[in-house]
């Protein structure tokens, strides 16, 4: 079957522009997961979704980052007013269960944001 | 930061020889998980290793856990060029939400 999307799988922003980054969690699955990729290292968490609800933003670096799914399906991270540190690829993942930590998670492809 | 740790940082084997990549972690863990990533792509799970497990294998793979040192070890058996990637362990602590926690990487190179 499908597994994760994220669109776009490439983006380049200006610095100070918005961008918004979407994930296609696999059909079904009610946790949801954020991670950013610096280059050369291993992903970080994020944010947290069961269902629709956003059960925990601990990982989001500032302010600038937002992230809903508002139907329990498809979520957006939207990042206002990039800067350089920004850039990163940012993976979403998603579970079939509640509680992420205790079940596989399966991640999509990416999207490497570069912020000029 | 990175919680958990991988060793080596780097490898290079010859296709048909095994490579061996060890991660440790910091506190109590319900599961340890392996994912491999190829350049440019998503991470792939490749196996889950509860907490009350030792060993686990899965075709060439093969993951034991520690639980007394907090360590665990992915062996991979008669290497391939394709088995070219980035390999992370990651773990999903006790008290640390639902989140899974990574460590750094090995990136592995299979010589054809």
């Known amino acids: 079957g499908a597994g994760v999307s994220q669109s776009p799988r490439y983006k380049v922003a200006k610095r100070g522009q918005d961008v918004a980054l979407r994930c296609d969690p696999i059909?079904?699955?009610?946790?949801l997961f954020w991670y950013q990729q610096a280059l050369g290292q291993g992903p970080e968490f994020l944010t947290y979704?069961?269902?629709?609800?956003?059960?925990?933003k601990s990982g989001l670096p500032s302010d600038r980052f937002f992230a809903e799914r508002p139907e329990g399906s498809v979520s957006t991270l939207k990042i206002q007013r990039t800067q350089q540190e920004d850039s990163a690829v940012y993976l979403c993942a998603s579970s079939l269960a509640p509680g992420g930590r205790t079940d596989t998670q399966y991640f999509g492809p990416g999207t490497r944001l570069t912020v000029l | 930061s990175q919680q958990g740790e991988e060793d080596p940082q780097a490898l290079s084997i010859q296709e048909g020889e095994n490579a061996t990549m060890n991660c440790s972690y910091k506190?109590?863990?319900?599961?340890l998980q392996w994912y491999r990533q190829n350049s440019g792509r998503g991470l792939v799970h490749l196996i889950l290793i509860r907490s009350n497990e030792r060993e686990k294998h899965s075709g060439r793979l093969r993951v034991t856990l520690d639980t007394s040192k907090k360590s665990s070890s992915l062996l991979i058996t008669a290497s391939r060029a394709a088995d070219t990637a980035s390999y992370f362990c990651?773990?999903?602590?006790?008290?640390?939400?639902?989140?899974?926690?990574f460590g750094g990487g090995t990136r592995l190179m299979v010589k054809p």
């Open positions: 506190t109590s863990i319900n599961n």
């Open positions: 990651a773990t999903g602590y006790n008290n640390a939400g639902n989140m899974l926690t």
């Open positions: 979704f069961q269902n629709e609800a956003q059960l925990d």
């Open positions: 059909s079904g699955h009610v946790s």
